[in-house]
């Protein structure tokens, strides 16, 4: 939720801003605006709208300067409009702020503000920051920003520039992402490492309360008490590519078709001998055995994949799985504590519910395991075992690789508890492990045969309504696709198991309603079978998502067949949610909607 940015070099800002904004807009993206500082001028430039609105007035107007920050936002406190939008600047315009995340005693702090004579301009509560670091500021910036921070609640990821400052600007984070990228005689800040990628992988992260003063050759990091911390340079190994669409139309697009690449660097490092190694993860057999429940805790997508675990590690492990929303489990006072494992999932590892989620069953004395996207992420650095989904850079909105590859992880997972524990037999383990290891090529093959997920999309674009239907994992995966469909379709969809819909939902079910009925769970199928039938005697036309074997079977019930190829039941999840997935994104693009950026929506999720 929202992007910050920050320079300080020999070049001229403006455009780098810019360009760094343009690789955040992921984040928020109904206003933005940037500072400059230029020979004892402060110049802000901010408009509502998207970054090319922005781009258009600063064409008008002359920004020189080589220091400057920048806001790209998803608005929380006042509506999207110029004046809400940032940067905030203090009352005599001598400070210039940038922020992401939620200030919450804002009012208490406004109206203290006020009484020492402070006017406000915006609806924010960002603006608060503004004004006090200028009430604090008495000629040292990093101590007015060390004294502001001291009395801010909530969270806070934040640039600010002072007019009296030509050779630094500063930077402070609290529950909200910043990196600090270093380069040669020029350094940077960022809300996420794609934005800062093409000049240099080399950055810090910042930790909680942390305060940097930052100038064109030095980077000096501090605590909140003032003291100067020493930190470890992180390198970043992804390249430049993997956050450009690289000739698709959308990053949407780009990152279905990156699946089979994902999932490879996902599974096989893992895969040894005919053995799961998970790197970063301890815990040993006597650990597991007392292991009475695991959590597993996440948000959207994440949690989505949550449930495809609970199913398999209850089969394979036979260890107890219950999956929460992280947005409830910190606030239900969970009975949680030593014997309990958490699995913590979150693509971009910074989603403030599940970081929340993570330090109250932390408090409470339970372990920690990540699956996590993003190195150094706030949920990586904090989790007791943290294992990494390979999938590189996701910029659309919309989750796609991302999950596939955290159900590889939780499988991975799944795999080396049940051969640690011993409730998996060897011709089992070993056939599932070459069911993983031919994932990816069973998604290059669904990939291939697009056009007629596409053509049928092409049918379908005006529906009303969309609903997805399945049993066992397929319900899991329906969850999914459903939330796939509405969040970048404006489709109003949902995800019913199989089973359920006659105790209410069949209801709905009309002339011409679109079922969409996963179908890979062998065990199941004549029940499902059953389903469709429901459906179709009451009007519905429906598409399943199936394997190979069962097309002439479905084609004798249902409109439309998709296939993948012939994957073992237990692994289907993984493949199944590919074609879901690009039905979704044909959909919206044949409406017309933005499917990189959908409405309402930012990708990291870092206010509650
Ligand atoms: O970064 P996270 O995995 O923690 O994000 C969780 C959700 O915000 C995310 O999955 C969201 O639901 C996506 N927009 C779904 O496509």
Not at 88 to 100: D, E, F, K, R, T
Request: with cysteine.
């Amino acid at each position: 939720m929202c992007g910050i940015v920050g320079y300080i070099g020999e070049k001229t800002a403006a455009p780098i801003l810019i360009n760094a904004l343009k690789k955040l807009e992921y984040r928020g993206y109904d206003s933005a605006g940037i500072a400059v500082f230029n020979k004892d001028e402060l110049k802000v430039v901010k408009c509502k709208g998207r970054l090319a609105a922005l781009e258009e007035k600063l064409g008008n107007e002359v920004v020189d300067g080589n220091i400057g920050i920048g806001h790209t936002r998803w608005a929380t406190h006042g509506e999207p409009n110029d004046i809400n939008s940032h940067p905030h600047i203090s009352n005599s315009g001598s400070i210039a702020v940038v922020h992401n995340g939620i200030i919450e005693n804002y009012m208490k702090l406004k109206k203290f503000l006020e009484a020492k004579g402070y006017v406000f301009a915006s609806d924010t509560d960002t603006e608060v920051i503004a004004h006090l670091i200028e009430y604090h500021y008495k000629g040292d910036l990093v101590k007015a920003v060390t004294e502001s921070i001291n009395e801010l609640e909530g969270s806070y990821a934040l640039g600010v520039i002072c007019r009296d400052c030509s050779d630094q600007f500063v930077a402070a984070r609290k529950d909200s992402p910043l990196i600090i990228g270093l380069g040669q005689g020029e350094n940077f800040i960022a809300s996420d490492i794609p934005a800062i990628l093409e000049h240099t992988r080399d950055i810090y992260i910042l930790e909680d309360k942390e305060i940097a003063a930052i100038s064109r050759n030095n980077v000096r990091i501090y605590n909140n008490y003032g003291a100067e911390v020493k930190k470890e340079v992180m390198h970043v190994n992804w390249d430049v590519a993997s956050a450009e669409k690289s000739g698709f139309e959308h990053f949407m697009l780009k990152e279905i078709f990156e699946e089979p690449k994902v999932l490879k660097n996902t599974i096989n490092p893992r895969i040894k001998e005919d053995n799961v190694v998970l790197d970063g993860i301890n815990i040993n057999v006597d650990e597991l055995n007392s292991i009475e429940k695991i959590f597993i805790v996440a948000c959207g997508t994440a949690y989505h994949a949550g449930v495809v675990g609970k199913y398999i590690i209850e089969k394979l492990a036979k260890i107890p799985v219950e999956v929460d929303l992280a947005s409830e489990f910190r606030y239900r006072d969970p009975l949680i504590g030593n014997r309990n494992l958490v699995i913590i999932i979150s693509q971009s590892g910074e989603t403030i519910d599940t970081l929340f989620a993570l330090r109250e069953a932390k408090k409470r004395g339970a372990k920690i395991l990540s699956i996590v996207n993003v190195v150094g992420s706030s949920i990586a650095r904090e989790s007791d075992n943290v294992l990494y989904t390979w999938a590189g850079p996701e910029i659309a909105v919309a989750s796609t690789k991302a999950y596939n590859t955290q159900l590889a992880a939780l499988y991975l997972i799944a795999l080396d508890f049940a051969s640690k524990k011993g409730t998996i037999d060897a011709n089992t383990h070993s056939k599932l492990m070459e069911e993983l290891k031919q994932l990816p090529d069973s998604i290059e093959k669904i990939l291939q045969e697009k056009k007629d997920i596409q053509k049928f999309a092409s049918q379908h674009y005006n529906a009303k309504s969309i609903f997805y239907i399945g049993r066992g994992l397929d319900y899991a995966l329906s969850m999914e696709g459903s939330l796939k469909l509405k969040e970048i379709s404006y489709i109003h969809s949902e995800a019913y198991a199989g089973g359920e819909l006659k105790h209410g939902t069949i209801a709905l079910i009309e002339d011409g309603t679109l079922v969409v009925c996963s179908m890979t769970q062998d065990a199941l199928f004549e029940k499902m079978i059953s389903n469709i039938k429901e459906v179709k005697a009451r009007g519905a036309v429906v598409m399943v998502i199936t394997q190979e074997r069962n097309k002439p079977e479905l084609q004798k019930v249902a409109d439309m067949v998709i296939t993948i190829p012939d994957v073992d039941s237990l692994v289907a999840p993984i493949a199944a949610i590919t074609p879901m997935q690009l039905f979704a994104y044909y959909v919206a693009v044949h409406k017309g909607c933005d499917v990189d950026k959908p409405r309402n929506l930012a990708k990291s999720v870092t206010v509650e």
